[in-house]
C-alpha cells in the first residue's frame, strides 16, 4: 500500500509541473494547431491525461513529434496518423471508429432511438387501454348531471 | 482507547443497522404497528452510533494518534487542524464512514421529519435505508477499518498528499456524498412503493424533496470539485472528462431527470413506473460511481486511494442492490397501471423529451467511461475515451435539450400549442441569435463559443420570459402593469422561481464554458523585470524569492498585472515543496473578477529565468456562479409550501441546503 501511494505520488508529481517556452513553435498559428492535435492524443504514461496537459517526459517527446511534423507542413490528419501508426489506438483520445468502438460512437443514437421506441410503444399500449370504468358513485353523478346539467 | 470505542461504535451500528432492515420490514409485511413503529428510534441509534463511530475517528486525526494505521498514513503532526480533520475524510476508510454517517443522517431526517408519511410506507422506507447501511457497515468493517492499531506506534504519520490539502477539497467529499447518499432515499421510497405496489400523486410528493435536496448537494459537490481542479491542478481547465467525474456526472443526470418527471407524478400521475425507475437508477449509478472511485478499477488522475480487493466486494454490493431492485421492479413494475393522458406536445411530453435526452446523455457518458475496460476484455483492445470523444457525442443531445429547456415551463400541461409559446420567447431568440453573431463577429470564427454564448442567453432570457409570463408583465401590450405584477410575483409557487432559477443558472454555466473557449494563455521564461502582454494586460515579473508555510517551503513569484499603465493586481504564484511525502505541488495564483480569471502557474527556474503559464480565462467564475444558481434553484423550490405541507421531511434538507 504505501508502495503503491509513493508510485502514485511519483506519477502525479511532475503532472503539476509546467512546459518550457523553449519547446514552442516561432509562429503562433503553427503552436496553436499543434495544441490542438496534442489534445486529440493521450499520454500514454499518464492517467487519462493529453500529451499537452501532461509533463511525463514520454509526453514530451511526443509533443516534441508532433511540434516537428507540424513545422514540417504536415496537416492535422497527417500529424495524428502518423503518431497512430507508431502508438497504435490506445494513444487517441478520440477512439477510431471500428467493430470494437461501434456501439459506443453509436450510442447516442441507440439510447435514442431505444427511448423513442419505448416511448411509442407505451403510448400505443395506452391509447388501445380501456379507460378504467366508472364508480357508482361516478355513475350516479352522471346520471345526474344528464337529466340536470346545473346541479 | 477512543480507536476501540469507534470500532465498537461501528459495530453496534451494523447491529442496529440490521435490526432496521428486519423488524420494520417483517412489520410492514405483517401488519404489526408495533413493529413498524420500532423503525424511527432504530433509526436514532444507528444514526448515534455511526456519529459516535465518526467522531472516535476526527479525535484519533486530531490528536494525531499514531498508533493508529490510518493516522499514520494519511496525517502528519505539521498539518494544520482543518487538514488534520479533513485528512479523516480524505482517504478510503475515512470516506466510507462519512458515507455511512451521511446515510444514517438521511434515515434520521426520515425518521425525525416525516410523520405524515403513512406507516407502512415510512416503514418501508426506513428499512430498505437500513438494508443500505448494512451493506455498507459490513464492508467498512470487513475490509476498510479505519481503527486499525499498530504497535510499536510510528515516530509521526506520513502526511496526506499535499494536492488534497485544501479547503476545497476538505469540503468537497462531504458534499458529494450528500447527493449521492440522498439519492439512497429516493431509492429507498421506489423499493418500498415497489412493496406496496402503489404510486400515487402523494408518492410524488414526497420523492420531490428528497431528490430535490439530493440534486442541490449533487450540483454543489460538482461544481467544488470542478473549481478545485481548476485552480489547484494548474492546467486551469475545469473538466476533463475523467471517469470519477463522469462518475458524479451519472446520477447528477438520472437525478435531474428523476427532478422533472417526478413533477409529473405530483401533477398528472403519469409517468409512475418510469420515475421509480429513474429513483432506482439514480442511487445505481451514486453506487456505481462509488465502486468506481473506490475499487481504482479506472485508470485515472483521481485515483490516489485504491485497492482491488475491495472492488470485488463494492460491486457484490451493487450488483446485490441494483440486481434486487431490478429483479423487484420487473416483478412489480407492471402491475402499476399507467394513468393520466396527455399530447405529445404539452408540458408532460415536454417532461418526456428532456428525461429521453437527460437519459441518452447519461448512456453516452456511461458507455465512455465504461468502454475502455470492455473493449479490453472482450476485443483485447487498448483504446482511450477521451475528452474529444465526449464533446463530440454529447453535442447533438445537448443542443435539442437546451432548445427545449427554455419551452418547456411555457407549455401547459395536457395539451399546448407550438405557436404562443414561441410567440412568448422570441426576444430570448432575439438575444440568444445577437449573441451568437456578436461573438462571431468580435472573436472570429469560432463556433464552439458562439454556440455557448447563444445557449446561454436563451437559457437565462427563457427563464425571464417564463417568470415574465407568469406574472403577466407584458400582458398589456401599451404600458406596464408593474404594481399587478408585483403582487403576482410574490403569489407565484416557490417552486416556479426554484425552476426559472435552476434553469437560468445553467446558462450562467454555459455562459463561462463559452467563455472559457475563448480563453487565451501564454507560456514565457521572464527575468525579474521583464514582462509580457496576454488578453490585453501586461504581466511583468517582479521577483522570485523564498517563502515557508505550515508544513512546506516554497518559491513564491511576484507577478505585476497592469492594464494601460495601471496595475490591475499583483499576483504570486507558488512551487511549495512538501518535505514529508517529499513532493512539489504549483500552487496557481488566481485574480477572479466578473469579467474572468488572471491565472499565473509558476514553473521551473533557469539560468535567471522563470517559467511562467499566464492564463486570462474570460468570464471563468461564471462557471461555479452557475452551478451555485442551480443548487439555489433547488433550495428555493424546496421551500415551496405545497412541499413544506405535504412532506415536512424537507426542513431539515432546505436548511441544510442554505447552509451549504
Known amino acids: 500500500m504505501k508502495k503503491l501511494i509513493l508510485a502514485l505520488l511519483l506519477l502525479a508529481g511532475p503532472a503539476f509541473a509546467v512546459g518550457l517556452p523553449s519547446d514552442m513553435l516561432p509562429d503562433p498559428a503553427q503552436e496553436q494547431r499543434a495544441r490542438s492535435i496534442g489534445r486529440e492524443l493521450r499520454c500514454m504514461v499518464c492517467q487519462n491525461e493529453s500529451i499537452e496537459e501532461s509533463q511525463a517526459s514520454l509526453a514530451r517527446d511526443l509533443r516534441l513529434i508532433v511540434r516537428e511534423r507540424v513545422a514540417a507542413g504536415d496537416s492535422d490528419q497527417a500529424v495524428i496518423r502518423y503518431i497512430h501508426d507508431r502508438y497504435g489506438d490506445f494513444v487517441l483520445l478520440r477512439p477510431p471508429f471500428n467493430l470494437a468502438t461501434l456501439a459506443l460512437w453509436g450510442m447516442p443514437v441507440l439510447a435514442l432511438g431505444a427511448g423513442l421506441m419505448g416511448i411509442l410503444l407505451l403510448r400505443r399500449r395506452a391509447a388501445t387501454a380501456e379507460p378504467a370504468p366508472l364508480s357508482p358513485e361516478e355513475q350516479a353523478r352522471l346520471a345526474a348531471l344528464e337529466k340536470d346539467p346545473t346541479a | ?660
Open chain 2, 1 to 660: 482507547m477512543i480507536a476501540e470505542l469507534g470500532h465498537f461504535a461501528l459495530a453496534l451500528a451494523l447491529a442496529l443497522a440490521l435490526a432496521q432492515t428486519v423488524v420494520p420490514l417483517w412489520g410492514a409485511a405483517r401488519h404489526d404497528a408495533r413493529l413498524m413503529a420500532a423503525a424511527g428510534p432504530l433509526a436514532f441509534g444507528h444514526l448515534l452510533a455511526c456519529a459516535a463511530g465518526f467522531a472516535a475517528l476526527l479525535v484519533a486525526f486530531a490528536v494525531n494518534d499514531t498508533s493508529v494505521v490510518n493516522v499514520v498514513q494519511n496525517s502528519h503532526s505539521a498539518k494544520p487542524m482543518l487538514y488534520k480533520l479533513a485528512g479523516a475524510w480524505g482517504n478510503h476508510e475515512g470516506s466510507m464512514v462519512l458515507w455511512v454517517l451521511i446515510l444514517a443522517l438521511c434515515g434520521g431526517a426520515v425518521a425525525g421529519f416525516g410523520r405524515d408519511l403513512p406507516t407502512t410506507l415510512k416503514a418501508r422506507v426506513l428499512g430498505v435505508l437500513g438494508l443500505v447501511a448494512v451493506g455498507f457497515m459490513a464492508f467498512i468493517l470487513a475490509t476498510s477499518n479505519p481503527f486499525g492499531r499498530v504497535w510499536p506506534p510510528a515516530p509521526d504519520g506520513q502526511g496526506l498528499n499535499p494536492v488534497l490539502q485544501d479547503p476545497g477539497l476538505a469540503f468537497h467529499p462531504p458534499l458529494l456524498y450528500l447527493g449521492y447518499v440522498g439519492f439512497a432515499v429516493t431509492f429507498a421510497f421506489a423499493v418500498a412503493a415497489l412493496l406496496e405496489g402503489r404510486v400515487d400523486a402523494a408518492w410524488g410528493r414526497w420523492v420531490r424533496p428528497w431528490a430535490l435536496a439530493a440534486w442541490s448537494f449533487l450540483t454543489l459537490g460538482i461544481a467544488l470539485g470542478s473549481w478545485w481542479a481548476y485552480y489547484e491542478l494548474g492546467w486551469g481547465g475545469y473538466w476533463f472528462w475523467d471517469p470519477v467525474e463522469n462518475a458524479s456526472l451519472l446520477p447528477w443526470l438520472a437525478g435531474t431527470a428523476l427532478l422533472h418527471s417526478a413533477v409529473v407524478v405530483e401533477k398528472r400521475e403519469a409517468l409512475k413506473v418510469w420515475t421509480v425507475l429513474l429513483a432506482l437508477l439514480a442511487f445505481g449509478f451514486s453506487l456505481l460511481g462509488t465502486f468506481l472511485v473506490r475499487s481504482g478499477v479506472l485508470n485515472s488522475v483521481h485515483a490516489f486511494a485504491n485497492d482491488p480487493e475491495r472492488g470485488v466486494f463494492i460491486l457484490a454490493l451493487l450488483l446485490f442492490y441494483i440486481g434486487g431492485a431490478f429483479a423487484l421492479f420487473a416483478w412489480r413494475g407492471p402491475a402499476m397501471a399507467p394513468t393520466g393522458m396527455f399530447a405529445p406536445l404539452s408540458r408532460e411530453g415536454g417532461l418526456v423529451l428532456n428525461n429521453l435526452l437527460l437519459c441518452s446523455a447519461a448512456a453516452v457518458v456511461l458507455a465512455g467511461t465504461l468502454w475502455p475496460m470492455f473493449a479490453d476484455l472482450l476485443f483485447g483492445q487498448k483504446i482511450s475515451v477521451g475528452p474529444p470523444f465526449f464533446n463530440t457525442a454529447i453535442l447533438p443531445l445537448t443542443v435539442p435539450l437546451v432548445l427545449a429547456m427554455a419551452a418547456g415551463p411555457l407549455l401547459p400541461w395536457k395539451r399546448a400549442k407550438l405557436w404562443p409559446v414561441l410567440q412568448r420567447l422570441w426576444w430570448a431568440a432575439l438575444g440568444a441569435a445577437a449573441a451568437l453573431l456578436l461573438c462571431l463577429a468580435f472573436a472570429g470564427w469560432r463556433v464552439g463559443p458562439a454556440l455557448g454564448f447563444g445557449a446561454a442567453l436563451w437559457l437565462i432570457l427563457g427563464a425571464a420570459a417564463d417568470i415574465a409570463d407568469r406574472i403577466a408583465l407584458f400582458r398589456h401590450p401599451r404600458f406596464l402593469h408593474l404594481g399587478a405584477a408585483w403582487s403576482r410575483a410574490k403569489g407565484l409557487p416557490r417552486a416556479a422561481w426554484g425552476a426559472a432559477m435552476a434553469h437560468a443558472g445553467l446558462g450562467v454555466t454555459l455562459l463561462g464554458v463559452a467563455g472559457m473557449g475563448l480563453a487565451t494563455d501564454n507560456l514565457s521564461a521572464l527575468r525579474p523585470g521583464q514582462s509580457v502582454t496576454l488578453g490585453g494586460y501586461e504581466w511583468r515579473l517582479d521577483k522570485v524569492e523564498d517563502a515557508i508555510g505550515p508544513n512546506w517551503s516554497a518559491r513564491r513569484a511576484t507577478v505585476t498585472v497592469s492594464r494601460n499603465g495601471a496595475t490591475v493586481t499583483v499576483l504570486h504564484p507558488e512551487r511549495r515543496f512538501f518535505p514529508v511525502g517529499r513532493t512539489t505541488t504549483t500552487e496557481a495564483a488566481i485574480e477572479t473578477g466578473l469579467s474572468g480569471d488572471l491565472y499565473a502557474v509558476m514553473g521551473e527556474e533557469q539560468d535567471g529565468a522563470t517559467v511562467l503559464r499566464l492564463h486570462h480565462n474570460l468570464l471563468a467564475p461564471w462557471i461555479w456562479l452557475g452551478a451555485v444558481l442551480m443548487a439555489l434553484g433547488g433550495a428555493i423550490s424546496l421551500t415551496d409550501r405545497r412541499i413544506r405541507v405535504a412532506a415536512p421531511a424537507t426542513k431539515r434538507a432546505t436548511a441544510m441546503a442554505a447552509k451549504a
